[in-house]
């Protein structure tokens, strides 16, 4: 079971890449990151929506949905658009892989999804679209450690 | 945004003080593009000290422009990123061929 968790579906317009990495942040607050993996997951979570609205839908009009769970102390995010697909999984995840360098877009999506998160999966139908399935653990904070001292009679 | 021209250096200086990301850059583009065929700059000049985010489309925006500058035989410059910023610049190299100024950084 979870501990928690949430669904948030929007439309895939630019103005929503803001929307969706802030809500999402506020999600993930609950596990009291550090500012630092705050910001893993927001970068994370734009280049996810990002890619569905200009690769997947390619700028037409279509539903982005976002799924939220907390497990423990890990945050999983499920980010799916039923766009055109990526026809070469493999090849997509590649540095600097782009099929839109005209638009001026640099191929790093993927690795700076790969670098700020523990995991990422990406599941995808040519045709039916993309799934991006991201997990990072939170780290105990040091007034974690605190109390688990203090419980231990440590102190 | 906020970009201002210095006659006397050529300097084309250009303040960000949105998040960078895809929806923000197209804007920034338009705006930088424009100041660099009207004034024709020897450099320009990002001034990242209000940038509190930046995905991958920064990192885009930032070749075009530095593409741009050098067609024209100028250069670019980055000064005051923060760590998080940076971080995603070296992922991608441009600090290889950009130079990037952190403010706390004694070079
Ligand atoms: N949701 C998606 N739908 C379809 N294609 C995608 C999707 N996400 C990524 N891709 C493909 O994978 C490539 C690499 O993505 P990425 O690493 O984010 O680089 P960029 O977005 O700069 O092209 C894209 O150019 C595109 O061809
Ligand atoms: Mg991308």
């Known amino acids: 079971m979870y501990d928690n968790e949430m669904r948030l579906e929007f439309l895939s317009k630019s103005s929503n890449e803001a929307f969706a990495r802030i809500t999402v942040a506020a999600f993930a607050a609950q596990l009291d990151p550090t500012i630092e993996e705050l910001a893993d997951i927001k970068t994370a979570v734009s280049e996810a929506v990002t890619n569905s609205i200009i690769h997947g839908y390619e700028n037409m ?7 939220g769970r907390i ?50 999966e990406i599941d995808s139908v040519l045709g039916l679209g993309t799934k991006v399935i991201m997990r990072k653990k939170i780290k105990k904070h040091i007034e974690d450690l605190d109390e688990i001292l203090s419980v231990g009679g440590v102190c | 945004m906020n970009i201002n021209y210095e006659k006397k250096d050529k300097l084309l200086i250009v303040e960000i003080t949105e998040e960078i990301d895809h929806h923000a850059v197209e ?6 593009d424009d100041g ?28 075009g422009r530095y593409k741009m500058m050098k067609l024209i035989g100028g250069s670019l410059e980055i000064v005051n990123i923060s760590s998080t910023v940076k971080r995603i610049l070296e992922m991608s190299g441009i600090n290889k061929i950009i130079p990037l100024e952190g403010k706390k950084e004694v070079v």
């Open chain 1, 71 to 120: 497990i423990k102390n890990t945050v999983e995010l499920e980010i799916s658009d039923t766009g055109k697909g990526i026809e070469n999984v493999e090849l997509a995840r590649k540095p600097l892989y782009t099929t839109k360098a005209n638009l001026e877009r640099s191929g790093m999506g993927f690795t700076i999804m790969e670098s700020f998160m523990d995991e990422v």
């Open chain 2, 27 to 32: 804007k920034i583009r338009r705006k930088v």
């Open chain 1, 61 to 67: 009009e279509g539903i982005i949905k976002i799924k």
């Open chain 2, 36 to 63: 660099i065929t009207r004034y024709m700059p020897r450099k320009t000049i990002f001034d990242f000290s209000r940038v509190t985010f930046m995905d991958s489309a920064g990192i885009g925006m930032i070749i």
